[in-house]
């Protein structure tokens, strides 16, 4: 299990490191909102970026972005519009994920630019 936590802390690492290395600020990461919880929150432009991080040691069963359920997608809408409430903030929000597999040398990492809208 603490594997498990320790391969996610990586990627969450590596996506951090990517997303700075984009030009992204960082503005949170492991966010909480009762029971749920933001990887990565950034900005860049006019947009503030809620990213999901998904690591895995390969994608024989599928890849990581395919793991991104649309019960996991309601919980980082409602996540990042408590945010936004929180903070008073006036932005667009944008949702990303970026998908590791680390069975590459080096790991490959994809970022899926809005790879999921909120429903009205």
């Known amino acids: 299990m603490a594997h498990q936590q320790d391969l996610g802390k990586w990627g969450e690492d590596l996506a951090t490191t990517y997303l700075q290395k984009e030009g992204y600020k960082i503005v949170e990461r492991n ?5 749920e919880e933001i990887d990565i929150i950034a ?7 809620i990213v999901e991080v998904k690591t895995r040691h390969s994608s024989q069963f599928g890849d ?3 793991f991104v359920t649309k019960g996991q997608q309601r919980h980082l809408i409602n ?4 945010f936004v409430i929180e903070r008073d903030l006036d932005v667009e929000v944008r949702f990303d994920v970026i ?3 680390t069975d590459d040398n080096p790991p490959k990492l994809i ?3 809005e790879a999921f ?3 009205l």
């Open 31 to 35: 966010w909480r909102f009762g029971k």
């Open 43 to 49: 900005q860049k432009g006019e947009y503030l970026v």
């Open 64 to 66: 990581p972005q395919d």
């Open 79 to 82: 996540a990042a519009d408590a």
């Open 99 to 101: 998908a590791i597999t």
């Open 111 to 113: 970022h899926i630019d």
């Open 117 to 119: 809208y909120p429903t």
